[in-house]
């Protein structure tokens, strides 16, 4: 766990999922997550583990870590390191991109000017929620750096967009009980494995890792409102509190009781360099 004085983290305001930290030592044990990772580095180095490999973004570099690719984190040096960063979700880059396949920049890090203007106009103005209207243009500007720092875009068969969709809705209309693949064909009449691939191809992940991951997202809500965390572990759907911190942990790479002491530390706004 990173020193105390060096270790805090807060959300921007608004509907999309934007934070600011500053980390030290071993900040993060290795986790996943379901949406692109859309950093820029502010101070410090920004190192960690990515496709087996060690990388470094350094202050101005952007992280950029794809769907569901194992990833943990920690600092370069014996320094604190700060950073923003946008968690988008593969489903609007598709939508953006027309339904082609979800851009991979290689590394996890970049130097490109084109993909930091676009990581700025999400994360810059970090003291008020962004509008629809802003938030859908900037972020069709970054599915369009994305492609073009990942290099020409690769044809391939479309999936099954509406089955996909109808998919995801009933995810999210249920999040509080379990269910399974066979409950997603009958609802949206699709085959439930090709369903699946749809899904993942889609999504940037599986029918159930969503649900799970959506779950999370709820309870962090209601963690930040000051519930207990055993009473909001059973009405997000989760078996009991070690299963969801067990859960909360693989995904964001911290136990629920370190998130909520994290969000409660106070630190001030830097400009993104």
Request: aromatic content about 10%; glycine content about 8%; some cysteine.
């Amino acid at each position: 766990m990173a020193d105390p004085c060096t270790y805090w983290f807060v959300e921007a305001p608004g509907e999309i999922q934007r934070i600011e930290a500053c980390l030290s030592g071993v900040a993060y044990a290795p986790h996943r997550h379901d949406t692109y990772t859309i950093g820029i580095t502010l101070s410090g180095i920004q190192s960690f583990t990515y496709r087996g490999a060690g990388r470094a973004s350094y202050p101005g570099q952007i992280v950029i870590l794809h769907p569901d690719e194992k990833h943990d984190g920690r600092a370069g040096d014996d320094q604190a390191f700060r950073y923003r960063a946008a968690y988008i979700s593969p489903a609007d880059i598709q939508e953006a991109l027309n339904g082609q396949a979800l851009p991979f920049v290689e590394g996890g890090v970049s130097i490109d000017p084109g993909l930091h203007q676009a990581a700025a106009a999400l994360l810059e103005d970090f003291e008020r929620p962004l509008s629809r209207l802003e938030y859908q243009d900037a972020l069709y500007d970054l599915a369009l750096a994305l492609q073009a720092s990942a290099g020409a875009a690769v044809a391939v068969k479309r999936a099954n967009r509406e089955a996909a969709a109808g998919a995801r809705e009933y995810i999210e209309a249920n999040l509080s009980r379990g269910f399974s693949l066979e409950e997603l064909e009958r609802a949206t009449g699709h085959c439930r494995w090709q369903l699946s691939r749809d899904f993942r191809a889609m999504f940037g992940t599986s029918p159930y890792r969503y649900l799970s991951l959506r779950r999370l997202d709820l309870a962090r809500r209601m963690m930040r409102d000051g519930g207990a965390i055993a009473e909001i572990a059973h009405e997000c759907g989760f078996s009991d509190q070690s299963h969801f911190g067990r859960v909360f942990k693989q995904a964001y790479g911290l136990t629920p009781k370190a998130w909520v002491m994290g969000m409660r530390r106070s630190h001030d706004h830097s400009r993104i360099v």
